[in-house]
């Protein structure tokens, strides 16, 4: 059983950095397509940054050079390392994985990222 446990959320003053992880057990992030996406009320969920199982990484506009997306094997966890946030980043973050080979999918409960003006 494939389970994503996200953690690292929390209240940061507009400026201010945290980092999320994603945790991974039941299947290896490296056959994975990992991404973290978000979703603030009354908004669409949206993709925040990927990491291809070969280590590609790509962003949304709005994060670029702001926020880092890693990932460290000997965990098996998918980081978010988020720099200079805004209000506007304040929302839902999930992570989901896609099997490279069976194209599963799989969410994690998610983790809120609040960020005060």
């Known amino acids: 059983q494939v389970r994503l446990v996200e953690s690292g959320g929390g209240l940061v003053q507009a400026g201010g950095s945290l980092r999320l992880s994603c945790a991974a057990s039941?299947?290896?992030?490296?056959?994975?397509?990992t991404g973290w996406y978000r979703q603030a009320p009354g908004k669409q969920r949206e993709l925040v940054a990927a990491?291809?199982?070969?280590?590609?990484?790509n962003y949304a506009d709005s994060v670029k050079d702001r926020f880092t997306i890693s990932r460290d094997n000997a965990k098996n966890t998918v980081y978010l390392q988020m720099n200079s946030l805004k209000p506007e980043d304040t929302a839902a973050y999930y992570c989901?994985?896609?099997?490279?080979?069976?194209?599963?999918?799989?969410w994690g409960q998610g983790t809120q990222v609040t960020v005060s003006s």
């Open positions: 989901n994985s896609r099997n490279i080979f069976t194209s599963r999918e799989y």
């Open positions: 990491i291809t199982s070969g280590g590609t990484t």
């Open positions: 039941g299947t290896s992030l490296k056959l994975e397509t």
